[in-house]
Nanobody, 123 residues
Framework: QVTLVDSGGGLVQPGGSLRLSCEASGRTFGRYAMGWFRQVPGKEREFLAVISRSGIITSADSVKGRFTISRDNTKNTVSLQMNGLKPEDTAAYYC?????????????????WGQGTQVTVSS
């Protein structure tokens, strides 16, 4: 089990950028695949991207080319660089960790979740 703390959200204008970070506790961070999801009230949590233990990245088509996931195993962190933000990107963003699934795209693939960080894209 890992404890995850999300940060980096905020208010940004359309076309702007934000970098979200997620810091994990524990000494086995490198053994987890790490993902990012987002959720709008009243809707299901949406997969954005996952980075496997070996660094292989899978991204959702909706954010491919705009959002980039990365990890730093020396700092126990996973980040999501978001460029070209649109109003429809407004949501609560969550990082998640899975020990058992190599590159999960489903909410149920993940055992541990951050508390979420709000991103609002508006002029």
């Amino acid at each position: 089990q890992v404890t995850l703390v999300d940060s980096g959200g905020g208010l940004v204008q359309p076309g702007g950028s934000l970098r979200l970070s997620c810091e994990a506790s524990g000494r086995t961070f490198g053994r987890y695949a790490m993902g990012w999801f987002r959720q709008v009230p009243g809707k299901e949590r949406e997969f954005l991207a996952v980075i496997s233990r070996s660094g292989i990245i899978t991204s959702a088509d909706s954010v491919k080319g705009r959002f980039t996931i990365s990890r730093d195993n020396t700092k126990n962190t996973v980040s999501l660089q978001m460029n070209g933000l649109k109003p429809e990107d407004t949501a609560a963003y969550y990082c998640a960790a899975t020990f058992f699934v190599r590159a999960g795209r489903r909410v149920d693939d993940y055992e541990d979740w951050g508390q979420g960080t709000q991103v609002t894209v508006s002029s």
